[in-house]
Nanobody, 127 residues
C-alpha cells in the first residue's frame, strides 16, 4: 500500500513559480512510477508529468513542456513538480499518483495505470 500527500499549492501571479511536493509512505514507493495530474471543473483530468521508478525517464505534456520539471528523491520518498512561468490556464487541482504494477519504463501516462492517488492541492494562477 502506498499513501500520497500533496503540498505546495497556492496563489501566484502569472509568470511566477511554485514547487509541489508529493510525500509518499509505503515500502513499495521506490518501485512505483509517479505521475502528476490536474483537473479543473468541467474538464477531464489530464496528465501533466510522470517519472519512472528510478527517476531516469520522464514525460511532460505539451502544455507544460519547458516550464515544469518533475524529479524524485527516493531517499526522502518524495516527488517534486517544479512549476515555472505559470499561466492562468495552469489553474487546477493537482494530484500525484503512483503506479505499482510494472517497471514503467517509460512511465505510464494513462490514468487507469495508476493505483494510488493523493487528495490534491490547489494551484491558482492570477492574470
Amino acid at each position: 500500500q502506498v499513501q500520497l500527500v500533496e503540498s505546495g499549492g497556492g496563489l501566484v501571479q502569472a509568470g511566477g513559480s511554485l514547487r509541489l511536493s508529493c510525500a509518499a509512505s509505503g515500502r513499495i514507493f521506490t518501485n512505483c512510477a509517479v505521475g502528476w495530474f490536474r483537473q479543473t471543473p468541467g474538464k477531464e483530468r489530464e496528465i501533466v508529468a510522470a517519472v519512472n521508478r528510478r527517476g531516469g525517464s520522464t514525460y511532460y505534456s505539451d502544455s507544460v513542456q519547458g516550464r515544469f520539471t518533475l524529479y524524485r528523491d527516493n531517499v526522502k520518498s518524495t516527488v517534486y513538480l517544479q512549476m515555472n512561468s505559470l499561466k492562468p490556464e495552469d489553474t487546477a487541482v493537482y494530484y500525484c499518483a503512483a503506479a505499482a504494477s510494472g517497471l514503467w519504463y517509460p512511465p505510464p501516462v494513462g490514468e487507469d495505470k495508476y493505483d494510488y492517488w493523493g487528495q490534491g492541492t490547489q494551484v491558482t494562477v492570477s492574470s
